[in-house]
């Protein structure tokens, strides 16, 4: 299974556009990249799939480079309420391999 | 749906006594996960199964963890005997065969082993 990189922490404000790259140098041809969000005391919530290029839902975007070794995770305009932790994955979906959860990135949002 | 159901969800109890905690998947899912969070070790895949049956269990720390999925509406995650240690949230997700891999996690029993 690929090995993601994120960063620890980072902080923001209300209303910032926030980036959260992921490093996955060894991602594999059927690997795709998925990211979830987990509050305090509540067990972790799918944002986004993607395989290339940019996937757009009402939550999030997902950037992916043509070479697939990162992948951003872009959420608009956020508020306190999206502070929480970020998992990028990096997995087979097919045969469901998606589901290695690294430390995350602790996201805090100030006012 | 209600979501994937966790009972207990607060289980406190004596080092050498035995722990059973139970899962309800989505129904029609064909995946069920169990996870185990603490801070020192994060979020680790214990075991998951497939249509009922073990798929990896090399997630589990050794023998006294043991789960089963007698149908496709129930699972559990058996402690016996339980250690200080075994003191985590786990967690219990289902998700659906093909399509994107989208896991949908329970509320979590936080277990507490004094």
């Known amino acids: 299974l690929a090995k993601t990189t994120q960063p620890i922490s980072m902080d923001s404000y209300e209303g910032q556009e926030v980036n959260i790259t992921c490093s996955h140098n060894?991602?594999?041809?059927?690997?795709?990249i998925t990211w979830y969000q987990q509050f305090p005391s509540q067990g972790p919530r799918f944002i986004i799939q993607g395989y290339k290029t940019k996937v757009t839902n009402e939550v999030a975007s997902l950037f992916i480079p043509a070479d697939r070794k990162s992948s951003t995770l872009s959420l608009p305009r956020v508020s306190l309420s999206d502070t929480a932790v970020y998992y990028c994955?990096?997995?087979?979906?097919?045969?469901?391999?998606?589901?290695?959860f690294g430390p995350g990135t602790r996201l805090s949002v100030l006012p | 749906d209600a979501g994937v159901i966790q009972s207990p969800r607060h289980e406190v109890t004596e080092m050498g006594q035995e722990v059973t905690l139970r899962c309800k998947p989505i129904s029609g899912h064909d995946y069920l996960f169990w996870y185990r969070q603490t801070m020192m070790r994060g979020l680790e895949l214990l075991i998951y199964?497939?249509?009922?049956?073990?798929?990896?269990d090399s997630g589990m720390p050794e023998d006294r963890f043991s789960a089963k999925m007698p149908n496709a509406s129930f699972s559990t995650l058996k402690i016996q005997p339980s250690e200080p240690r075994d003191s985590a949230v786990y967690f219990c997700?289902?998700?659906?065969?093909?399509?994107?891999?989208?896991?949908?996690f329970g509320p979590g029993t936080r277990l507490t082993v004094t």
């Open positions: 199964f497939n249509n009922n049956v073990p798929i990896d």
């Open positions: 994955l990096v997995g087979d979906r097919v045969y469901g391999q998606n589901f290695v």
């Open positions: 060894n991602i594999a041809t059927n690997d795709y």
């Open positions: 997700a289902s998700r659906a065969a093909g399509g994107k891999d989208e896991q949908y």
